[in-house]
């Protein structure tokens, strides 16, 4: 890896070509892909406990394919909420690929039809494989390798947890409903080391309890994602005066 | 309204929402403003949904098995347990707690 990287380390233009087989780029992709790909038994196994057919599950690993907003869905619908709801919370979910496609393009420049196909396989792991790359050439095979092989093994073990969540019957007596817990802490743990996203998700959590009782089931986490919106451009708007005095 | 209008639907929306960033000029997005907000949508987002599910049941506020599993939870991701680690060992505390009879 070190060796590698101090020798592209001089100018883009001059890139030296790591062979496929030694390029740290596509060994980044591939564990992720197994990683990531690997949960994607939970994601099945909770999606069945939600409420949904194996080919509702199915269809959302591979058309949505989003592992946040994915879980968002089914965690509105095991929490009580309704469709419009679910939709609600995993299209918010969702608003930060928009921000990896933008850095995407700029890195990878995908032409023409490619960019239809590099923006299903835009998530956390894709974007995360390539921009740790220093080369052009890595960069767009750590997030090819990467994508693809998310978007596989993902599928596959969508289909495998679906498949055993169909089967367990009676997913509290599984504990079905802690896994989800845990799942959606362990996707927010990552986000807390920084101040100020740590608050957000304080003050989220403690406005969603207020209104759990208050509104109808999904609504809170609506609710939630406005408070955060509402934190962030005040915030920003406080910053830019602070700024200028 | 059927599920898979809504299952496809948000599918869409998904899709649109990532190509989005490759249709929209750089100058756009460029702006401080979006990179934060997507940031802070998320992490408040993702902390309602933990409290939703391990404190809501319907539109009450329960105190359950579920409780358990997120201090366990907790704990694994301090101890930096892998994400399968600690999603299974959330599943096994409250099937423990309800099995044992010390949480509903």
Known sequence: MSGSSAVSA????????????????????????????????????????????????????????????????????????????????????????????????????????????????????????????????????????????????????????????????????????????????????????????????VVCGVVTAICIPLVPSGIPVLVAAVVALTWGLIGARSARKKARS | MSMWFWVLGAAAIAYVTKLVGYLVPDAVLDHPLVPRLAGLVTAGLLASLVVMNTFASGTALVLDARVGALIVAGIALWLRAPFLAVVILGALTAALLRWAGWAA
């Open chain 1, 10 to 201: 001089g100018s883009d233009h001059a890139e030296p070509v790591i062979p496929w087989r030694s390029s740290p780029a596509v060994r980044v992709g591939l564990s992720l892909g197994i990683a990531t790909g690997l949960y994607g038994i939970s994601f099945g196994a909770l999606s069945i406990a939600a409420g949904l057919t194996f080919w509702q599950t199915q269809a959302l690993s591979a058309l949505m394919f989003t592992g946040g907003s994915q879980f968002a869905f089914i965690g509105v619908l095991s929490g009580g909420g309704g469709g419009a709801a679910a939709l609600g919370a995993a299209s918010l979910l969702g608003v930060r690929n928009t921000v990896y496609g933008m850095t995407m393009n700029a890195l990878l420049r995908p032409q023409s039809w490619r960019k239809l196909i590099a923006a299903q396989i835009t998530i956390d792991e894709s974007n995360a494989a390539a921009s740790a790359q220093p080369t052009f050439l890595e960069r767009k095979r750590g997030f090819w390798v990467a994508g693809v092989s998310v978007f596989l093994l993902w599928n596959l073990f969508t289909a495998v947890g679906a498949l055993l969540g169909d089967a367990v019957g009676d997913p509290g007596q599984w504990g079905l409903d802690g896994a989800a817990v845990a799942a959606f802490l362990g996707l927010l743990w990552p986000r807390l080391r920084e101040r100020e996203p740590l608050a957000v998700a």
